[in-house]
């Protein structure tokens, strides 16, 4: 059995993204003890450091083999009508004869003195492969849209050579940028199983587009697993604090210091010391914001700011009695514990994130508006719900937890049984 494996990070820096890795490869390996599991990444060393037993795909051969062109400048040069044809015979000749195309442009990249062995490496992994997945991934919206192209035209090839594809743990829109729509439209029909980590939108909008209901399944995040297999019986005392400043989250510096004044005042009402939960793992990210934030609080335990694998992560908010966070991944490795989270959202990216979050762990995920006009209040009163609730939310947060990843490992089992009809 050989699998070829988009997942949500290609650089692995994203701790959620790796989480939900992860436990992708874990169920794949639990039905299929002996496959071959290739991940397309930039970052082969650091792919292997998280997942030991998988074969790194380099994804700058695979964007060779979607953005090379046999006929290259001479396309362009052609008369409109004509170029159109010249690209549909290229188009129909890569998923005719993609061995014979491949060998074309690895020749054309030889003269050009560039290097092609990437490109073959990714043709060889996704022609030999019995099933092609999308593991855990929130890319499909307008923000990231030609990350979200370039997966869909790997999970588009794999449906014209006839393999089997399936995607888990999708989190999708919002979309309007009509070049995405068009490609999901063509694309995500023909997938044979979804499976959503929300109820609320993802859903909806895959209906929209054309995918029939009975492919669709709401599973619930992947990444939940890791987090409830990783629980401890105690809730500890911390406040843990993430923060992302992106202009998808739309939340910027002016925001800080409400935030920081709501942070500061909770946790010396509750003699409450702070903890980093860092997801995006780069210093112009999660760790830089974290930083700002907690510059100049008081009780801030700084001896690990930069967990580097999901595991420390999770070791991270086990310390908290409640985790307040930008990053959807802050919630959802808080609520697989038992531990509640506050959600700052402002972009309707992060609003529908967190809002199907919540729609599945109730009020163990509160979604505060930080432009919201009494902002600081709401927090405020949103952080003193949490801390006093906390003990009681436990149980709750950990059914809701464990349904889910019921849920889920039954996904990847329905795609197993489907392989079996097929083989």
């Known amino acids: 059995m050989r699998i070829l494996v988009e997942p949500g990070s290609y650089t692995c820096l994203n701790m959620g993204d790796v989480a939900m890795l992860q436990v992708a490869v874990s169920r794949l390996t639990a039905l299929w003890p002996d496959a071959r599991i290739g991940i397309v990444t930039q970052d082969a060393e650091r792919l292997r450091s998280y997942c030991p037993t998988a074969i790194p795909v380099p994804e700058a051969g695979k964007r060779a083999w979607f953005q090379g062109h046999i006929s290259g ?169 993430n923060l992302r400043i992106a202009e998808y989250s739309q939340i910027d510096q002016a925001m800080l210091e409400s935030v920081r004044a709501a942070l500061q005042n909770s946790a010396r009402k509750y003699g409450s010391p702070f903890v980093a939960i860092p997801i995006l793992c780069r210093e112009d990210s999660d760790l830089k914001a974290i930083r700002q934030l907690l510059s100049g609080c008081d009780h801030y335990l700084d001896d690990d700011l930069r967990p580097d694998t999901p595991s420390k992560v999770i070791a991270q908010i086990s310390r908290c009695r409640l985790v307040v966070t930008g990053s959807y991944h802050g919630a959802v490795l808080a609520v697989g514990q038992g531990i509640p989270a506050v959600a700052l959202a402002r972009s309707q990216y992060y609003l529908n994130k967190f809002l199907g979050l919540r729609d599945q762990f109730g009020d163990g995920c509160q979604v505060i508006a930080p432009d919201d006009n009494r902002f600081e209040e709401k927090l405020t009163a949103a952080l003193e719900r949490a801390w006093s609730t906390a003990q009681d939310l436990k149980r709750s947060l950990l059914r809701s937890a464990e349904k889910q990843i019921r849920s889920g490992t039954n996904a990847y089992r329905q795609v197993a049984e489907l392989m079996e009809r097929i083989q």
């Open 73 to 241: 400048r001479l396309q362009h040069k052609l008369p409109s009508p004509l170029s159109g044809i010249v690209e549909a015979a290229e188009l129909a000749c890569r998923w005719r004869m993609p061995t014979l195309v491949g060998s074309l442009l690895a020749f054309k990249m030889k003269l050009r003195r560039q290097e092609f062995g990437g490109m073959k490496a990714f043709l060889e992994e996704i022609l030999s492969a019995d099933l092609v997945i999308s593991a855990g991934t929130g890319m499909i919206t307008d923000h990231f849209h030609d990350r979200a192209i370039e997966l869909l035209d790997t999970l588009d090839m794999a449906n014209r050579l006839g393999i089997p594809t399936a995607m888990f743990s999708q989190g999708l829109g919002p979309v309007s940028e009509p070049r995405l729509l068009a490609k999901m439209k063509s694309v995500l029909p023909t997938i044979r199983l979804i499976a959503v980590r929300e109820n609320l939108i993802t859903p909806q909008l895959l209906e929209s587009v054309g995918v029939p209901s009975n492919r669709i399944l709401r599973t619930g995040d992947d990444a939940l697993e890791l987090a409830f297999n990783h629980r401890v019986h105690n809730l500890g005392n911390a406040i843990g604090v």
